[in-house]
């Protein structure tokens, strides 16, 4: 009952959005947006909507790590990526798009799937599973973004600058994940 009610909740959570920006910082007309830049933002939104769901992923796992020195780090994590997702809300608002307010699809299924891995499995180690299993996407959509042509000089530095925390990040999940047996 507690994983339905749960991933209830989560699904709500996913669905969500904040209310529009208002007229002030509105984002340029599509007509008047260069194909680079709309480029840019498709890929800022892409990335930012991952980060998005790291964040609530990873805060779902935490709260169901029966370690507490783990369930910390993972939440910790949680909070990184939400700030990294607030970064990239703020780049495609500089540069004349609407930030990207909710996950997609596939990060909810993600926090389902690892709900249902926790019925019978020790819920530390797939926490840790399950947020190194988003760290390694999410390095591979950052480094995929960071030499894609067809963005900015910019927008793929502003991605690239990101890589190596994560890779920390990551590096350090799999440590957890190996302690863990």
Not at 10 to 25: E, K
Not at 45 to 71: C, P
Not at 98 to 103: H, I, K, L, N, R
Not at 104 to 117: D, K, S, Y
Request: hydrophobic share 40%; aromatic share 4%.
């Amino acid at each position: 009952m507690r994983v339905l009610i749960l991933s209830c909740a989560i699904l709500m959570g996913a669905c969500a959005s904040n209310a529009a920006p208002d007229a002030a910082s509105a984002p340029t007309p599509v007509a008047q947006r260069s194909d680079m830049q709309s480029a840019d933002i498709a890929s800022l939104r892409n990335l930012t909507s991952i980060m998005i769901d790291a964040s609530s992923l990873y805060s779902a796992a935490a709260d169901e790590a029966d370690n507490g020195a783990y369930a910390q780090q993972i939440r910790t994590l949680s909070e990184r990526r939400r700030a990294m997702a607030d970064r990239f809300q703020a780049r495609v608002m500089r540069i004349g798009g609407a930030p990207e307010e909710s996950g997609e699809a596939l990060g909810t299924a993600h926090r389902m799937f690892m709900e249902a891995r926790l019925l019978g499995e020790n819920d530390t180690k797939v926490a840790v599973e399950e947020a190194l299993r988003g760290e390694n996407y999410l390095f591979d959509q950052l480094t995929e973004a960071s030499s894609d042509m067809s963005l900015s000089a910019e927008t793929r530095s502003f991605v690239g600058g990101e890589i190596a925390q994560v890779r920390a990040d990551r590096d350090r999940l799999q440590a957890y994940k190996d302690s863990l047996g």
